[in-house]
């Protein structure tokens, strides 16, 4: 049965309990970290930038030591131009940790310099029909459609870990209200509940959990993109 989630009291004192500033690492990860596992849960607030300059490639870089992303070691083979829109989650320092997705091949997320970023303009709010749809990352995948509460969406996803006998799963089947660009919904507010928060932002969706909405290692935190209607 699909679980009515609208504003209830443990859902608002989740709500409290998970607020962070949108430069805040997530717990336990040195505050150079960037990487794609981490992305899709360590802000509450991302943006999107275009990449400036005339034609020169700006290369990603990593997070593999303590003396990155500075060490010139720390420079990976991906790269980004003039012109590429990069979806940043958070800044440290004069580099800010982003995401990019090429037209061919998959995603990177790495440090770039904030000084080769001209922020995006924040646009209207997400009318309800811009949520709607079939939203992917890798064989995850989240379904949003109209609920029969009015300003309400009816999500469901299915995520997966392992594979043949030693495969996890889990499912989202809930009601949400959208608040401007980001919806949150769960069980409760125990650490051991259901926790998701999404903001659309753009084309993209931005999905993070807790990582107790299914079985072991299982996890619908990712950036998606709307399937196209056949």
């Not at 800010?96 to 310099?113: H, L």
């Not at 646009?123 to 949520?131: E, F, H, L, S």
């Amino acid at each position: 049965m699909r679980r009515l989630v609208l504003a209830s009291l443990a859902l608002l004192a989740w709500t409290l309990l998970q607020a962070a500033p949108a430069s805040a690492q997530l717990k336990g990860n040195p505050d150079n970290a960037c990487r794609n596992g981490y992305f899709p849960r360590e802000s509450t607030n991302y943006r999107l930038a275009k990449i400036k300059g005339a034609g020169d490639k700006i290369h990603f870089h990593g997070d593999d030591n303590a003396r990155c992303p500075r060490d010139p070691a720390c420079r990976l083979k991906t790269y980004v131009i003039p012109g590429d829109e990069v979806l940043v989650s958070r800044t440290f320092g004069k580099v800010a940790c982003s995401w990019f997705q090429p037209r061919k091949g998959t995603e990177t997320v790495g440090w770039i310099e904030t000084d080769q970023l001209a922020w995006q303009a924040n646009t209207r709010p997400p009318a309800m029909q811009d949520w709607l749809g079939e939203w992917r990352a890798y064989d995850n995948v989240i379904r949003i459609i109209p609920s029969k509460a009015a300003g309400t969406l009816a999500i469901k996803g299915e995520a997966s870990w392992g594979s043949g006998a030693s495969t996890h799963t889990g499912e989202l089947d809930y009601d949400a209200k959208p608040d401007a660009d980001k919806i949150k919904f769960g069980d409760g507010m125990d650490e051991n509940d259901c926790q998701v928060s999404m903001q659309l932002i753009g084309k993209l969706l931005v999905v993070g959990d807790n990582l107790h909405c299914g079985g072991a290692n299982v996890s619908f935190s990712g950036v998606y993109q709307r399937r196209p209607k056949r």
